[in-house]
Protein backbone atom coordinates (compact mmCIF):
# COMPACT_ATOMS: atom_id res chain seq x y z
CA UNK A 1 0.00 0.00 0.00
CA UNK A 2 1.29 3.55 -0.36
CA UNK A 3 2.27 5.25 2.58
CA UNK A 4 2.14 8.57 1.35
CA UNK A 5 1.02 10.33 -2.09
CA UNK A 6 1.93 14.34 -2.36
CA UNK A 7 -0.32 15.39 -5.60
CA UNK A 8 0.08 19.11 -6.38
CA UNK A 9 -1.48 21.43 -8.79
CA UNK A 10 -0.09 22.40 -11.97
CA UNK A 11 2.13 25.54 -11.49
CA UNK A 12 2.36 28.21 -14.21
CA UNK A 13 5.31 27.81 -16.60
CA UNK A 14 8.35 30.13 -15.48
CA UNK A 15 8.46 33.05 -17.52
CA UNK A 16 12.23 33.75 -17.25
CA UNK A 17 14.60 30.51 -17.59
CA UNK A 18 16.26 28.30 -15.03
CA UNK A 19 19.67 28.45 -14.27
CA UNK A 20 19.49 24.74 -13.19
CA UNK A 21 21.23 22.10 -14.93
CA UNK A 22 23.38 24.41 -16.73
CA UNK A 23 26.85 23.25 -17.44
CA UNK A 24 29.78 25.61 -16.52
CA UNK A 25 30.30 26.73 -19.81
CA UNK A 26 26.24 27.84 -20.34
CA UNK A 27 26.69 29.88 -17.31
CA UNK A 28 29.33 31.82 -18.29
CA UNK A 29 27.43 32.26 -22.18
CA UNK A 30 24.61 33.65 -20.30
CA UNK A 31 26.37 36.11 -18.02
CA UNK A 32 28.36 37.48 -21.11
CA UNK A 33 24.62 37.37 -22.82
CA UNK A 34 23.59 39.58 -19.76
CA UNK A 35 26.85 41.88 -20.08
CA UNK A 36 29.23 40.71 -17.81
CA UNK A 37 32.90 41.09 -19.21
CA UNK A 38 34.35 38.15 -21.07
CA UNK A 39 37.21 38.60 -18.53
CA UNK A 40 34.71 38.28 -15.26
CA UNK A 41 32.61 35.95 -16.62
CA UNK A 42 34.18 32.97 -15.96
CA UNK A 43 34.89 33.86 -12.41
CA UNK A 44 30.85 34.59 -11.96
CA UNK A 45 30.35 31.29 -13.51
CA UNK A 46 32.31 29.53 -10.86
CA UNK A 47 30.42 31.72 -7.85
CA UNK A 48 27.23 30.37 -9.71
CA UNK A 49 28.40 27.19 -9.57
CA UNK A 50 29.38 26.61 -6.43
CA UNK A 51 25.94 28.50 -4.89
CA UNK A 52 23.57 26.40 -7.19
CA UNK A 53 25.17 23.18 -7.02
CA UNK A 54 26.56 22.90 -3.75
CA UNK A 55 24.58 24.42 -1.49
CA UNK A 56 21.34 24.43 -3.76
CA UNK A 57 19.99 27.49 -2.84
CA UNK A 58 17.04 28.57 -4.97
CA UNK A 59 16.89 32.20 -4.84
CA UNK A 60 19.80 34.74 -6.05
CA UNK A 61 19.47 36.38 -2.63
CA UNK A 62 21.32 33.63 -0.87
CA UNK A 63 24.50 34.28 -3.27
CA UNK A 64 26.44 36.61 -0.11
CA UNK A 65 29.54 36.52 -2.13
CA UNK A 66 28.14 37.56 -5.62
CA UNK A 67 27.19 41.61 -5.74
CA UNK A 68 24.17 42.41 -4.65
CA UNK A 69 23.83 44.38 -8.61
CA UNK A 70 24.64 41.52 -9.82
CA UNK A 71 22.05 39.62 -7.77
CA UNK A 72 19.57 42.13 -8.88
CA UNK A 73 19.85 41.47 -12.41
CA UNK A 74 20.26 38.15 -12.50
CA UNK A 75 16.68 37.80 -11.12
CA UNK A 76 15.58 40.23 -14.43
CA UNK A 77 16.87 37.60 -16.31
CA UNK A 78 16.47 34.03 -14.72
CA UNK A 79 15.28 32.33 -11.78
CA UNK A 80 16.63 29.10 -9.93
CA UNK A 81 13.54 26.87 -10.51
CA UNK A 82 13.55 22.92 -10.61
CA UNK A 83 11.24 21.51 -12.77
CA UNK A 84 7.91 21.10 -11.23
CA UNK A 85 7.09 18.14 -8.90
CA UNK A 86 3.68 16.76 -10.75
CA UNK A 87 3.26 14.11 -7.86
CA UNK A 88 5.29 12.58 -5.15
CA UNK A 89 4.89 8.99 -4.18
CA UNK A 90 6.38 7.10 -0.87
CA UNK A 91 6.55 3.69 -0.88
CA UNK A 92 6.33 1.52 2.42
CA UNK A 93 9.53 0.15 1.87
CA UNK A 94 10.71 3.62 1.78
CA UNK A 95 11.21 4.25 -1.97
CA UNK A 96 10.31 7.56 -3.50
CA UNK A 97 9.04 8.44 -6.71
CA UNK A 98 8.43 11.66 -8.56
CA UNK A 99 6.71 12.50 -11.39
CA UNK A 100 8.21 15.50 -12.62
CA UNK A 101 6.46 18.06 -14.95
CA UNK A 102 9.18 19.21 -17.41
CA UNK A 103 6.89 21.29 -19.52
CA UNK A 104 3.09 21.39 -20.29
CA UNK A 105 2.21 17.35 -21.23
CA UNK A 106 5.56 16.38 -20.48
CA UNK A 107 6.76 14.56 -17.66
CA UNK A 108 9.15 12.12 -16.70
CA UNK A 109 9.73 9.93 -13.71
CA UNK A 110 12.23 9.15 -11.12
CA UNK A 111 13.15 7.08 -8.21
CA UNK A 112 15.06 7.22 -5.25
CA UNK A 113 16.08 3.85 -4.24
CA UNK A 114 17.13 4.12 -0.07
CA UNK A 115 19.78 1.19 0.79
CA UNK A 116 21.28 0.81 -2.38
CA UNK A 117 24.96 1.24 -2.90
CA UNK A 118 26.73 2.95 -0.39
CA UNK A 119 23.67 5.00 1.03
CA UNK A 120 21.15 5.48 -1.84
CA UNK A 121 20.80 5.21 -5.52
CA UNK A 122 18.31 7.70 -7.98
CA UNK A 123 17.04 5.85 -10.94
CA UNK A 124 17.18 8.80 -13.63
CA UNK A 125 15.65 8.89 -16.70
CA UNK A 126 17.22 10.21 -20.04
CA UNK A 127 13.92 10.38 -22.01
CA UNK A 128 10.08 10.76 -21.87
CA UNK A 129 8.52 7.48 -23.62
CA UNK A 130 11.12 5.00 -25.31
CA UNK A 131 11.83 3.50 -28.49
CA UNK A 132 12.54 0.00 -27.98
CA UNK A 133 9.46 -1.81 -27.50
CA UNK A 134 11.24 -4.58 -24.61
CA UNK A 135 7.94 -6.56 -23.91
CA UNK A 136 8.60 -6.87 -20.49
CA UNK A 137 8.94 -3.24 -19.52
CA UNK A 138 6.09 -0.77 -19.02
CA UNK A 139 7.46 2.19 -20.43
CA UNK A 140 8.22 0.48 -23.74
CA UNK A 141 4.71 0.94 -23.92
CA UNK A 142 4.67 4.31 -24.28
CA UNK A 143 5.93 6.08 -27.46
CA UNK A 144 9.22 8.33 -27.21
CA UNK A 145 7.84 11.90 -26.50
CA UNK A 146 11.25 13.24 -26.56
CA UNK A 147 14.87 13.25 -25.51
CA UNK A 148 15.46 15.17 -21.90
CA UNK A 149 18.03 17.90 -22.42
CA UNK A 150 21.35 17.52 -19.85
CA UNK A 151 19.58 20.28 -17.96
CA UNK A 152 16.54 18.30 -17.15
CA UNK A 153 18.66 15.10 -16.47
CA UNK A 154 20.59 17.34 -14.15
CA UNK A 155 17.81 18.45 -12.57
CA UNK A 156 16.46 15.50 -11.16
CA UNK A 157 19.34 14.93 -8.93
CA UNK A 158 18.42 18.61 -7.44
CA UNK A 159 14.82 17.84 -6.89
CA UNK A 160 15.73 14.61 -4.82
CA UNK A 161 18.20 16.65 -3.12
CA UNK A 162 15.73 19.20 -1.81
CA UNK A 163 13.46 16.20 -0.89
CA UNK A 164 16.11 14.45 1.59
CA UNK A 165 17.44 18.05 2.27
CA UNK A 166 21.09 16.93 1.14
CA UNK A 167 22.20 20.45 1.34
CA UNK A 168 25.34 21.25 1.01
CA UNK A 169 26.84 18.37 -0.65
CA UNK A 170 29.55 18.38 1.92
CA UNK A 171 27.51 16.48 4.08
CA UNK A 172 29.34 13.07 4.80
CA UNK A 173 26.18 11.29 5.78
CA UNK A 174 24.74 11.41 2.18
CA UNK A 175 21.55 9.46 2.22
CA UNK A 176 21.96 10.02 -2.28
CA UNK A 177 25.86 8.70 -3.13
CA UNK A 178 24.80 6.40 -6.13
CA UNK A 179 23.11 7.25 -9.83
CA UNK A 180 22.12 5.01 -12.19
CA UNK A 181 20.70 5.61 -15.70
CA UNK A 182 17.79 3.24 -15.28
CA UNK A 183 14.00 5.22 -15.88
CA UNK A 184 12.69 5.69 -18.54
CA UNK A 185 14.35 6.03 -21.96
CA UNK A 186 17.44 4.66 -23.94
CA UNK A 187 20.51 6.58 -22.45
CA UNK A 188 22.61 5.99 -25.91
CA UNK A 189 19.86 7.39 -28.19
CA UNK A 190 20.62 10.84 -26.17
CA UNK A 191 24.05 10.04 -25.48
CA UNK A 192 24.96 13.70 -25.79
CA UNK A 193 22.70 14.90 -23.05
CA UNK A 194 23.55 11.93 -20.92
CA UNK A 195 27.26 12.91 -21.12
CA UNK A 196 26.40 16.63 -20.56
CA UNK A 197 24.67 15.68 -17.51
CA UNK A 198 26.64 13.55 -16.22
CA UNK A 199 29.28 15.74 -15.94
CA UNK A 200 27.18 18.35 -14.28
CA UNK A 201 26.43 15.77 -11.39
CA UNK A 202 30.24 14.40 -11.20
CA UNK A 203 31.68 17.95 -10.92
CA UNK A 204 33.83 17.85 -7.31
CA UNK A 205 32.69 21.16 -6.67
CA UNK A 206 28.85 21.02 -7.27
CA UNK A 207 26.37 17.64 -7.10
CA UNK A 208 29.92 16.10 -6.26
CA UNK A 209 28.97 11.82 -7.49
CA UNK A 210 31.67 10.46 -9.07
CA UNK A 211 31.29 8.73 -12.04
CA UNK A 212 32.68 5.36 -10.49
CA UNK A 213 29.41 5.93 -8.72
CA UNK A 214 27.47 6.58 -11.74
CA UNK A 215 25.90 3.82 -13.71
CA UNK A 216 24.51 3.68 -17.79
CA UNK A 217 22.38 1.13 -18.69
CA UNK A 218 21.81 -0.06 -22.40
CA UNK A 219 19.72 -2.68 -23.77
CA UNK A 220 22.03 -2.47 -26.73
CA UNK A 221 22.92 0.49 -28.92
CA UNK A 222 26.76 -1.35 -29.95
CA UNK A 223 28.05 1.51 -31.80
CA UNK A 224 27.22 4.00 -28.92
CA UNK A 225 29.14 1.89 -25.54
CA UNK A 226 32.89 2.51 -26.38
CA UNK A 227 31.56 6.29 -27.13
CA UNK A 228 29.78 6.34 -23.74
CA UNK A 229 32.89 4.83 -21.91
CA UNK A 230 35.43 7.53 -23.71
CA UNK A 231 32.80 10.44 -23.39
CA UNK A 232 31.95 9.55 -19.24
CA UNK A 233 34.06 7.20 -17.71
CA UNK A 234 31.04 6.10 -16.26
CA UNK A 235 30.14 2.26 -15.13
CA UNK A 236 28.10 0.20 -18.04
CA UNK A 237 25.11 -2.03 -17.54
CA UNK A 238 23.66 -4.17 -19.80
CA UNK A 239 19.75 -5.22 -19.87
CA UNK A 240 20.28 -8.39 -21.72
CA UNK A 241 17.59 -10.97 -20.41
CA UNK A 242 18.63 -13.98 -22.60
CA UNK A 243 21.37 -15.87 -23.77
CA UNK A 244 20.62 -16.26 -27.94
CA UNK A 245 19.38 -14.33 -30.57
CA UNK A 246 16.05 -16.38 -30.91
CA UNK A 247 14.80 -15.16 -27.78
CA UNK A 248 16.52 -12.12 -27.05
CA UNK A 249 14.74 -10.61 -30.51
CA UNK A 250 11.58 -11.64 -28.63
CA UNK A 251 12.49 -9.79 -25.52
CA UNK A 252 14.58 -7.06 -26.44
CA UNK A 253 14.01 -5.95 -29.98
CA UNK A 254 16.92 -3.98 -30.77
CA UNK A 255 18.83 -7.31 -31.03
CA UNK A 256 17.56 -7.65 -34.20
CA UNK A 257 19.59 -4.53 -35.23
CA UNK A 258 22.57 -5.33 -33.10
CA UNK A 259 22.37 -9.39 -31.93
CA UNK A 260 24.69 -10.33 -29.46
CA UNK A 261 27.87 -11.56 -31.18
CA UNK A 262 27.96 -7.28 -32.30
CA UNK A 263 27.41 -6.62 -28.72
CA UNK A 264 29.43 -8.59 -26.92
CA UNK A 265 32.47 -7.21 -29.54
CA UNK A 266 31.33 -3.53 -27.98
CA UNK A 267 30.96 -4.52 -24.67
CA UNK A 268 34.40 -6.16 -24.35
CA UNK A 269 36.10 -2.52 -25.87
CA UNK A 270 34.78 -0.43 -23.12
CA UNK A 271 37.26 1.45 -21.75
CA UNK A 272 39.31 0.63 -18.66
CA UNK A 273 37.18 -3.00 -18.19
CA UNK A 274 38.51 -4.94 -15.43
CA UNK A 275 37.63 -6.63 -12.40
CA UNK A 276 37.69 -3.37 -10.49
CA UNK A 277 35.61 -2.04 -12.92
CA UNK A 278 33.13 -4.62 -14.41
CA UNK A 279 29.89 -4.97 -16.53
CA UNK A 280 26.57 -5.24 -14.77
CA UNK A 281 24.50 -7.93 -16.59
CA UNK A 282 20.48 -7.04 -15.60
CA UNK A 283 18.65 -10.50 -16.03
CA UNK A 284 15.16 -9.91 -15.62
CA UNK A 285 13.35 -13.88 -14.41
CA UNK A 286 10.60 -14.11 -16.46
CA UNK A 287 8.62 -17.56 -15.54
CA UNK A 288 9.00 -20.30 -18.07
CA UNK A 289 10.80 -17.86 -20.82
CA UNK A 290 14.08 -17.24 -19.54
CA UNK A 291 14.25 -18.90 -16.58
CA UNK A 292 15.90 -22.60 -16.61
CA UNK A 293 18.91 -23.90 -15.25
CA UNK A 294 20.20 -24.76 -19.21
CA UNK A 295 19.39 -20.71 -19.64
CA UNK A 296 22.01 -20.50 -16.43
CA UNK A 297 24.74 -22.59 -18.23
CA UNK A 298 24.13 -20.51 -21.59
CA UNK A 299 24.97 -16.96 -19.55
CA UNK A 300 27.87 -18.49 -17.69
CA UNK A 301 29.34 -19.42 -21.31
CA UNK A 302 27.87 -16.33 -23.13
CA UNK A 303 29.73 -13.97 -20.12
CA UNK A 304 33.08 -15.86 -20.40
CA UNK A 305 36.11 -13.51 -20.53
CA UNK A 306 34.32 -10.14 -19.52
CA UNK A 307 34.85 -8.71 -15.76
CA UNK A 308 31.19 -9.13 -15.26
CA UNK A 309 28.90 -9.62 -12.15
CA UNK A 310 24.89 -10.46 -12.99
CA UNK A 311 21.92 -8.61 -11.15
CA UNK A 312 18.98 -11.06 -11.18
CA UNK A 313 15.60 -8.94 -11.25
CA UNK A 314 12.57 -10.95 -10.24
CA UNK A 315 10.01 -9.42 -12.63
CA UNK A 316 7.55 -6.79 -11.59
CA UNK A 317 3.99 -7.30 -12.91
CA UNK A 318 2.67 -3.99 -14.48
CA UNK A 319 -0.95 -3.29 -15.94
CA UNK A 320 -1.89 -5.67 -18.80
CA UNK A 321 1.57 -7.59 -18.55
CA UNK A 322 1.33 -11.79 -19.81
CA UNK A 323 4.34 -11.92 -17.93
CA UNK A 324 5.30 -14.16 -14.37
CA UNK A 325 7.81 -14.08 -11.96
CA UNK A 326 9.76 -16.78 -11.65
CA UNK A 327 9.08 -19.23 -8.74
CA UNK A 328 11.65 -18.57 -5.80
CA UNK A 329 12.88 -21.48 -5.97
CA UNK A 330 14.04 -21.04 -9.66
CA UNK A 331 15.78 -18.02 -9.33
CA UNK A 332 17.78 -19.35 -5.92
CA UNK A 333 18.91 -22.41 -8.12
CA UNK A 334 19.42 -19.98 -11.61
CA UNK A 335 21.84 -17.52 -9.21
CA UNK A 336 23.99 -21.07 -7.76
CA UNK A 337 25.08 -21.94 -10.91
CA UNK A 338 26.18 -18.12 -11.56
CA UNK A 339 28.09 -18.24 -8.32
CA UNK A 340 29.57 -21.66 -8.66
CA UNK A 341 31.10 -20.11 -11.86
CA UNK A 342 32.50 -17.31 -10.07
CA UNK A 343 30.03 -14.61 -10.68
CA UNK A 344 28.39 -12.28 -8.27
CA UNK A 345 24.42 -12.74 -8.85
CA UNK A 346 23.06 -11.02 -6.20
CA UNK A 347 18.88 -11.02 -6.61
CA UNK A 348 17.52 -7.91 -6.56
CA UNK A 349 15.08 -6.91 -3.82
CA UNK A 350 12.18 -5.72 -5.55
CA UNK A 351 11.77 -2.17 -4.23
CA UNK A 352 8.57 0.28 -4.46
CA UNK A 353 6.63 -2.33 -6.24
CA UNK A 354 2.98 -0.85 -4.53
CA UNK A 355 3.70 2.23 -6.28
CA UNK A 356 4.20 1.13 -9.70
CA UNK A 357 8.54 2.15 -9.25
CA UNK A 358 10.48 -1.24 -9.06
CA UNK A 359 12.70 -2.04 -12.19
CA UNK A 360 10.44 -1.83 -15.95
CA UNK A 361 7.34 -0.28 -13.99
CA UNK A 362 8.08 3.61 -15.05
CA UNK A 363 5.66 5.22 -17.27
CA UNK A 364 3.86 8.54 -17.43
CA UNK A 365 0.25 9.89 -19.51
CA UNK A 366 3.00 12.02 -21.99
CA UNK A 367 2.27 11.99 -25.51
CA UNK A 368 3.55 13.64 -28.21
CA UNK A 369 2.31 16.76 -29.23
CA UNK A 370 2.02 17.54 -33.06
CA UNK A 371 4.11 20.71 -34.17
CA UNK A 372 0.22 21.91 -34.84
CA UNK A 373 -1.18 21.86 -31.68
CA UNK A 374 2.05 23.08 -30.27
CA UNK A 375 2.22 26.29 -32.29
CA UNK A 376 -1.25 27.03 -31.57
CA UNK A 377 -0.89 26.63 -28.08
CA UNK A 378 2.45 29.04 -27.48
CA UNK A 379 0.28 31.60 -29.72
CA UNK A 380 -2.65 31.20 -27.74
CA UNK A 381 0.02 31.64 -24.89
CA UNK A 382 1.55 33.96 -26.03
CA UNK A 383 -2.00 36.62 -26.09
Not at 73 to 82: D, G, I, V
Amino acid sequence: MTSLIDTRPPAAAPALPSLVGATRDELRVRLVGMGVPEAKAKMRAEQLWRWIYHYGVTEFAQMTNVAKELRAELEQHFTLMRPEIAERQVSVDGTRKYLIRLAPGVEAEAVYIPDVGRSGALCVSSQVGCTLNCTFCHTGTQKLVRNLTSAEIASQVMIVRDDLAEWPTSNEDRLLTNIVFMGMGEPLYNLDNVAAAIDVISDGDGLSISRRRTTVSTAGVAPKIAELGAMTGAMLAISLHATNDDLRNELVPINRKYPLAELFDAIRSYPQLSNAKRVTFEYVMLKGVNDSLAEARALVKLLAGVPAKINLIPFNPWPGTAYECSDWSTIEAFAEILNRAGYASPIRTPRGRDILAACGQLRSESVKERASARIARESAAAE
